[in-house]
């Protein structure tokens, strides 16, 4: 038993380690945009996040309120 499980580990040791040398390489890849953007597109972007993050918050605060209301 203790012979198939370090067998196990080591072929799961070894499957983990390239996957992850390969995610490694794609985010070195794409660390850095590639593409031009304009100041008004930036900010049309960072509007979109806020109210985004203003609609999460609509959810968690309706999802509490459900809660505490039963």
Do not use: C, D
């Amino acid at each position: 038993m203790i012979q198939q499980l370090k067998i196990f580990a080591r072929q799961y040791k070894r499957f983990l380690s390239g996957r992850l040398g390969k995610i490694a390489e794609i985010n070195r890849k794409y660390a850095h945009p590639r593409l031009a953007v304009k100041k008004s597109t930036s900010l049309v972007l960072l509007m979109l996040r806020l109210y985004l993050l203003f609609l999460v918050g609509l959810l968690i605060y309706k999802f509490i309120i459900t809660l505490n209301g039963k």
